[in-house]
């Protein structure tokens, strides 16, 4: 804009701490920062995302007031389930809702309810009837780590990467077998795993209530985990 300044090297606090972060982690290479290398959203506290230090706990969330403010709060946690909502639950319903088939432009996903007969599904949306449905994930879960204990959704393609499990599939390993499918369950609880959550108030019940998400799930690297905690002990022996 024509009212813009920029300032080359400001002597602020802001400027010498994002220099620093380029000298230690890039060393000093700007060319090698990436948008989703640095912090973005609330929460992060202007780590590199990615880093030990950018995590935040479980408790932050509630402690640091996130999903209060006009954006979303994102923030990395390591962090394990320890109770699946709706998981056994001794009725043929389970965590998923019945979507539409449609694979065509990028497919349709909106819920679709069975024919009268059970004959098939009807996709208001599509205007169409198919002889199958696909199910989706909707997954809440209570995770937590030594700090405390939260509520997150899982959707459908975080919630395939934690179960290892198609919800068509699960359906059908529910409906061959109650235990397998609790044991299914059993044997997720307490695995540590990384996730990028998003925090969000919304008005629920005329009450105004803070709905976390998983964002982005993946696995532990342990090897790289491992290096990165070596890193972060030789900066704390440093200093």
Same mark, same amino acid.
């Given at each position: 804009?024509?009212?813009?300044?920029?300032?080359?090297?400001?002597?602020?606090?802001?400027?010498?701490?994002?220099?620093?972060?380029?000298?230690?982690?890039?060393?000093?290479?700007?060319? /090698?920062?990436?948008?989703?290398? =640095?912090?973005?959203?609330?929460?992060?506290?202007?780590? %590199? /995302?990615?880093?030990?230090?950018?995590?935040?706990?479980?408790?932050? *969330?509630? $402690?640091?007031?996130?999903?209060?403010?006009?954006?979303?709060? &994102?923030?990395?946690?390591?962090?394990?389930?320890?109770?699946?909502?709706?998981?056994?639950?001794?009725?043929?319903?389970?965590?998923?809702?019945?979507?539409?088939?449609? !694979? $065509?432009?990028?497919?349709?996903? !909106?819920?679709?309810?069975?024919? *009268?007969?059970?004959?098939?599904?009807?996709?208001?949306?599509?205007?169409?009837?198919?002889? $199958?449905?696909?199910? #989706?994930?909707?997954?809440?879960?209570?995770?937590?780590?030594?700090?405390?204990?939260?509520?997150?959704?899982?959707?459908?393609?975080? %919630?395939?990467? =934690?179960?290892?499990?198609?919800?068509?599939? =699960?359906?059908?390993?529910?409906? #061959?077998?109650? %235990?397998?499918?609790?044991?299914?369950?059993?044997?997720?609880?307490?695995?540590?795993?990384?996730?990028?959550? #998003?925090?969000?108030?919304?008005?629920? @019940?005329?009450? @105004?209530?803070? !709905?976390?998400?998983? &964002? #982005?799930?993946?696995?532990?690297?342990?090897?790289?985990? @491992?290096? !990165?905690?070596?890193?972060?002990?030789?900066?704390? $022996?440093?200093?």
């Amino acid at each position: 804009m024509n009212s813009s300044q920029l300032d080359i090297n400001p002597e602020i606090p802001e400027a010498f701490a994002l220099y620093k972060h380029v000298q230690d982690n890039y060393g000093g290479d700007v060319t /090698r920062i990436t948008a989703n290398s =640095l912090s973005v959203g609330g929460g992060g506290g202007g780590e %590199a /995302r990615g880093s030990i230090e950018a995590r935040r706990n479980c408790s932050a *969330i509630k $402690e640091e007031n996130m999903g209060y403010g006009d954006k979303s709060d &994102y923030c990395d946690m390591k962090m394990s389930v320890i109770y699946f909502k709706n998981s056994p639950s001794g009725s043929s319903d389970g965590p998923w809702y019945t979507s539409c088939p449609k !694979k $065509e432009d990028g497919g349709c996903k !909106k819920k679709v309810t069975e024919t *009268i007969g059970g004959g098939g599904w009807r996709c208001e949306k599509c205007d169409m009837e198919y002889p $199958e449905c696909t199910r #989706r994930y909707i997954l809440s879960t209570q995770c937590g780590d030594a700090s405390g204990t939260n509520w997150f959704t899982f959707f459908n393609d975080e %919630a395939e990467k =934690l179960l290892g499990i198609t919800a068509d599939n =699960l359906w059908e390993l529910k409906n #061959r077998s109650e %235990a397998a499918y609790k044991d299914h369950f059993d044997q997720l609880l307490f695995k540590e795993f990384l996730a990028t959550t #998003r925090s969000k108030a919304e008005m629920v @019940n005329d009450e @105004n209530r803070v !709905k976390s998400v998983v &964002y #982005r799930y993946a696995d532990i690297d342990f090897k790289d985990e @491992n290096r !990165k905690m070596i890193d972060v002990l030789k900066k704390f $022996e440093a200093m």
